[in-house]
């Protein structure tokens, strides 16, 4: 075999090795790369919506008004000397 040919092979072949050595290696790290950003993503949109939360929490313990809101919306809640007046849609033919 010529001495060309000859390092030709053993050069291919220790490309072979390497590649087979290290892709599996390779291909795990951009999984890990693409899951971290993906994880980023994820504590950017958490962090807002707590901040959106505290800003929630901040006027439900500070504004009286919005407290009283809350409360007849949600728990269904009447003052003395109101009457309740419940609504209820047609029902379809």
């Known amino acids: ?9 053993w ?4 490309a072979v090795f390497l590649l087979i050595l290290f892709l599996p290696g390779y291909t795990k790290l951009q999984e890990f790369r693409d899951k971290n950003r993906d994880l980023e993503v994820k504590i950017k949109q958490l962090k807002i919506e707590n901040s959106l939360l ?21 728990m269904g809640v009447v003052r003395r000397g109101e009457i309740p007046l419940k ?7």
């Open 1 to 9: 075999m010529l001495p060309i040919l000859r390092k030709g092979f």
């Open 11 to 14: 050069f291919s072949g220790i």
């Open 54 to 74: 505290e800003q929630e929490l901040k006027r439900v313990d500070n504004d009286p008004l919005y407290q009283e809101k809350i409360v007849r919306e949600k």
């Open 87 to 93: 609504i209820v849609p047609e029902k379809k033919r």
